[in-house]
């Protein structure tokens, strides 16, 4: 991939969990197009395998590596390989996550009225403890302990950093998401904790917050299939003073700041939001 600008990552080790996802693989080959080794983690090998196959395939080094986020054996397991093929990591990013529909309302109000008319709707009233309990865990556990397994090698090592996902709804909750919208929320929080803890450590910690970015999951929800954009990616363009969905790619650039020693040596705890300003603009 053609990265925005070349920050010099040569001799450094990132793992990426979630790296074989949409946004992880765009992570992983923009470090690796700096120069870092990647470990490409992801609890689906095969995904894992192609995204490390293409970087190496351009020229990079990465080993793709099955990992779970919440399961910290696991993760014992793949810090091993990752040392054994690669050195100690440096760079840290804490990808993996998601939401889930399993803790989502099908209303964004509640509405009496609604609820008697639908008796199958799903309110706030029939969330399932497990389903909020799974998006909670897959984005703020499946953060934490991937941070308890790589930070011990980065104690005192020049240039350590840990990099976060984090989201609009930490700022202020979507509808119909409170599972999603707490979890990022206590990432940006546990961003700013780390970044505390660690800094006499030498470890820095931050977290980008990607505004609304059309991937290949969410394209469906938010166009018709005349290419209009639907009620909610509506709403959403509304409260985008650039008023358009961003890509990707325009991550890229407050990744790879945060991740550089030379540009961010100064920086941490702080979570920058990458939004076309929705993050920035109260409607009014
Ligand atoms: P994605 O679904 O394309 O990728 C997620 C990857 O994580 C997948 O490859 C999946 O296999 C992997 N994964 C799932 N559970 C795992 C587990 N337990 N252990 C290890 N890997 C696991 O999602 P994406 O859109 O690329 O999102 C990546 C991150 O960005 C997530 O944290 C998401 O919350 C965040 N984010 C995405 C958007 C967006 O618009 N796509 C916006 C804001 C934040």
Redesign the pocket.
Same mark, same amino acid.
């Given at each position: 991939m053609a990265v925005p600008f070349k920050m010099d990552l040569t001799g450094k080790v990132a793992a990426v969990?979630? =790296? #074989? #996802?949409?946004?992880?693989?765009?992570f992983a080959k923009a470090l690796a197009e700096c120069g870092a080794k990647v470990a490409v983690?992801?609890?689906?090998q095969e995904?894992?395998d192609k995204v490390a196959a293409e970087i190496n395939a351009a020229g990079g080094t990465a080993i793709g590596v099955a990992? @779970?986020?919440?399961?910290k054996e696991a993760l014992e397991a793949a810090r091993e390989i990752v040392i054994k093929e690669l050195g100690t990591v440096d760079i840290l990013v804490? @990808?993996? #996550? =998601? @939401?889930n529909p399993k803790g989502t309302t099908d209303d964004e109000f509640y509405n009496a009225e609604a609820v008697k008319n639908n008796p199958d709707m799903k309110t706030f009233f029939d969330l399932d403890p497990k389903g909020v309990s799974f998006v909670f865990d897959?984005?703020f556990l #499946?953060?934490l302990l991937p941070s308890q397994v790589f930070a011990q090698d980065m104690i005192g090592k020049k240039g350590a950093n840990i990099i976060n996902?984090?989201?609009? @709804?930490a700022y202020t909750p979507l509808t119909k998401i409170p599972a999603?919208s707490g979890a990022?929320a206590a990432?940006s929080n546990f961003t700013q904790w780390c970044a505390t803890y660690f800094a006499k450590a030498g470890i820095r910690v931050n977290a980008i917050? $990607?505004?609304?970015?059309?991937?290949?999951?969410?394209e469906k929800l938010l166009f018709n299939e005349d290419g209009t954009p639907s009620a909610r990616a509506g709403k959403i363009l509304n409260s985008t003073p650039m008023e358009r969905f961003?890509e $990707?790619e325009e991550l890229v650039g407050g990744l790879l700041y945060l991740a550089s020693e030379e540009a961010a040596s100064f920086v941490t705890g702080v979570v920058i939001p990458i939004d076309g300003g929705f993050s920035s603009y109260s409607g009014v």
């Open positions: 969990t979630g =790296g #074989g #996802g949409v946004l992880g693989s765009y983690m992801d609890l689906m995904a894992a990992a @779970n986020v919440l399961d804490n @990808n993996a #996550g =998601g @939401n897959l984005n #499946g953060t996902i984090s989201s609009m @709804n999603y990022k990432i917050a $990607p505004g609304f970015l059309v991937t290949k999951q969410n961003g $990707p």
